[in-house]
């Protein structure tokens, strides 16, 4: 798969609209089961999802593909990249930059190309509903992110508690979030980012917001985090590179553009918030220096 392809799991979720009710109670189920239940047989699949086997034939010619083992060779590729460790990408990866004359030209251009797919690919009613929660100063917003996108949760907030009130990060160990988790309910909006190799207690907190009846976001990348399976809202983000490491470039470009929305939707209430956090600064900042005595 190339990095600019878009996934199955997006493609799945972006033909919803368009599918009969049998076709997307089968789509919903595989969502839902990601991947998993797709690499059943065609039967056990149509009974798991309570639709009959020429339903699950359909919703996979629905989407694309001529067969049920098209389909299924299909989710296999993509389960592989998902569960590919730096360690694997990166035999690939330098196999490649090997032969690449200009290295770093190429790691620009897969950037580039991954912010630009990325935006190609999400729906903008998606975005703009996303944008629409965190523009409301009454939903609380929470965000973080896994190992390596936890730094840009951290930059989110810093953002967006200048722009509107009530934004946090949620602080500390595992535990800790399920202790700030009990004070949430449903006007509560969650914004989790994890990509592969995902975590399991990302998608363990999506799961117990959910009970709660909290609002879950999750940015992601192509192949969808676990987590995706609780969120209310999927922003999926292209995140390869030839590097053994994904890029992180995608995912700032999304939170940025959310930013700068949420910025103009609230534009006036933000002005003034920004005018008043910028008198503060002015009052808080270090003394005028004294003159100096005439006998110094």
């Known amino acids: ?12 979720r972006n033909s919803l609209s368009e599918m009969t009710r049998s076709e997307r109670r089968a789509a919903q189920t595989l969502l839902a089961h990601y991947p998993l239940q797709g690499l059943e047989t065609a039967a056990q699949f149509a009974e798991k999802a309570g639709v009959s086997t020429p339903s699950v034939l359909r ?7 001529a067969s049920y083992p098209d389909f299924q060779r299909r989710l296999k590729e993509e389960v592989e990249a998902q569960l590919r460790s730096p360690l694997a990408k990166s035999e690939v990866e330098h196999t490649v930059r090997d032969r690449q004359a200009e ?6 251009e897969a950037i580039a190309e991954n912010v630009l797919a990325t935006f190609r690919y999400l729906p903008a009613d998606e975005l ?13 917003l929470h965000c973080l992110g896994g190992r390596f996108t936890d730094p840009l949760a951290r930059y989110m907030t810093a953002h967006l508690r200048i722009i509107r009130p009530n934004v946090s990060h949620l602080e500390g160990q595992p535990d800790n979030w399920r202790d700030q988790l ?4 449903g006007r509560d ?5 994890d990509i ?3 975590q399991n207690d990302l998608c363990g907190l999506a799961e117990a917001a959910v009970k709660r009846r909290v609002t879950t976001v999750v940015l992601t990348d192509q192949w969808l985090s676990p987590a995706a399976r609780f969120a209310r809202h999927v922003l999926p983000a292209r995140v390869s590179v030839p590097s ?3 890029s992180n470039a995608a995912l700032l470009g999304v939170i940025e553009a959310l930013i700068a929305d949420v910025m103009t939707r609230r534009w006036g209430e933000s002005r003034q918030r920004m005018s008043a956090i910028e008198g503060l600064r002015a009052r808080s900042g270090p003394d005028e220096p004294t003159a100096p005595d005439a006998g110094e």
């Not at 009990?182 to 309910?185: A, G, L, P, Q, Y």
């Not at 909006?189 to 980012?193: G, S, Y």
């Open 103 to 108: 290295p770093h030209r190429a790691f620009a």
């Open 189 to 193: 909006v969650l914004f989790l980012i």
């Open 196 to 198: 592969r190799r995902y």
């Open 59 to 65: 919703f996979v010619s629905r989407i694309g593909f």
């Open 182 to 185: 009990i004070d949430m309910n």
């Open 1 to 12: 798969m190339t990095a600019i392809e878009i996934s199955l799991a997006e493609l799945i």
């Open 128 to 140: 703009g509903a996303v944008a629409s929660l965190l523009a409301d100063p009454r939903r609380p």
């Open 244 to 246: 053994a490491w994904d």
